[in-house]
């Protein structure tokens, strides 16, 4: 049975790290319901920016900032008038 520890560490038992496949450093929210103590893992929502979507599409190239897109849509508009 896990005991508390002096820094107050508990072990969580392997079947249960493993039936909720709880990886290392996974992070874990605790909290009180009367007597018992309810731990479930936290499920990030992953914000992104647009400058990060070249990256998490998986794309490996050269990238421009929004200000060179910018000019070079200006620019295009432009030489068609």
């Not at 508390?4 to 450093?25: C, E, R, T, Y």
């Not at 996974?26 to 009367?34: I, S």
């Amino acid at each position: 049975m896990p005991t508390l520890s002096i820094h107050g560490d508990v072990h969580i038992p392997d079947n249960l790290i493993h039936a909720l496949g709880l990886k290392p450093g996974a992070e874990l929210a605790f909290e009180r319901q009367g007597d018992a103590i309810v731990m479930r893992q936290v499920k990030s929502k992953k914000i992104s920016r647009v400058e990060e979507g070249p990256r998490i599409l998986g794309y490996t190239g050269s990238t421009v900032t929004l200000e060179e897109m910018d000019a070079a849509i200006a620019k295009g508009a432009a030489q068609s008038l």
